[in-house]
């Protein structure tokens, strides 16, 4: 990793823009609707640390050098993270190209080296975050003490929360009935963690970009993940970091049915056709069993 993502609260922040044009104008386009209060300066006043004084951030734009060092240094001087626009060499930070879903936020960076790349990058990634999702965040956010609350154990709060994000209360919450997902959630908290264990059969042999939506949500809800020999790595990164891993030759239809029992959710990728005898195993257990094929190439 080349460079650490971080993202800034904007609320009650102020933001400086410094210099004119159609670069400042498009960074000061990235705070359209946030929370910030966002300063934009030019001339003599771009040179004075004060400007900048209780900025959280400060970008500067413009084609003259003097201009852009200048303005940099004073932003600097009010201890101020500054980005001038297209000069990676002279930045504190690099702009990335930001999906913007209220609450949710995605970027994709590349430290400067090609702003085209993260926006093509970035464009393949927003067709897979719906527009409710900064609904979802603000259900889970007006919950979070109550969730807390009623699941002190860290492991039951995570499965229940991985369900929640799936379930009836986020679907009314991406419809934009937001009352009908309070409900639902408070419904969902009452009952307490009882999900079902799943085991899914997801191709891993790639290409990546193959892999369905519905496949790339369950890597990401997976508790255990277990990859054969030969799975594409870029397939396998999709599961979350943390997720429990095994290897195929400790995991058996005794084990998987183990561990389903435990309400786990649990992707097997596997670069071979499915066992039929290992699904018939899982189903005669009463192992609610999915298989995700990759989609056909166009």
């Known amino acids: 990793m080349d460079s650490f993502p971080a993202y800034f609260p904007l609320a009650g922040r102020k933001v400086v823009i ?47 050098e003097v201009f852009l060092q200048s303005a940099a240094s004073a932003a600097r001087a009010a201890r101020v993270l500054v980005n001038v626009v297209d000069k990676p060499a002279m930045s504190d930070f690099n702009t990335p190209a930001v999906i913007d879903r209220g609450e949710v936020v995605a970027a994709v960076g590349t430290g400067g080296a090609s ?30 003490d109550e969730v807390r609350g009623a699941l002190p154990a860290l492991h039951e709060r995570r499965a229940f929360l991985r369900d929640a994000v799936a379930g009836e209360a986020a679907q009314a919450a991406m419809a934009g009935d937001m009352d009908k ?10 009952k307490g963690v009882g999900r079902e264990g799943k085991v899914r ?12 939506l519905r496949a790339l949500r ?10 054969d020999h030969g799975a594409d790595p870029d397939v396998v990164i999709m599961a979350r970091r943390d997720v429990q891993r095994l290897e195929p030759a400790e995991v058996g ?33 009463s192992v609610a069993v999915e298989v995700l094929m990759a989609a056909p190439a166009a």
């Open 253 to 285: 239809a005794e084990k998987l049915i183990e561990l389903a029992r435990e309400g786990k959710q649990i992707v097997r990728l596997i670069v071979a056709p499915v066992d039929p005898a290992l699904v018939q195993a899982l189903a005669a257990a």
């Open 18 to 64: 410094a210099g004119s044009g159609e670069a400042a104008d498009n960074k000061a386009r990235l705070f359209d609707g946030s929370p910030a209060t966002l300063v934009r300066v030019d001339g003599h006043a771009a040179f004075l640390p004060g400007t900048y004084a209780g900025a959280i951030l400060a970008f500067v734009a413009g084609d003259d």
């Open 218 to 227: 369950a890597l990401g809800a997976a508790d255990v993940l277990i990859a």
């Open 181 to 190: 997902a309070g409900q639902l959630f408070r419904q969902a908290l009452a």
């Open 201 to 212: 059969f997801i191709a891993g042999k790639g290409p990546s970009d193959l892999l369905t």
């Open 115 to 144: 702003p085209t790349l993260a926006t093509k990058l970035r464009n393949d990634i927003e067709a897979q975050v719906p527009e409710g999702s900064g609904r979802v965040a603000a259900l889970l956010r007006k919950f979070q």
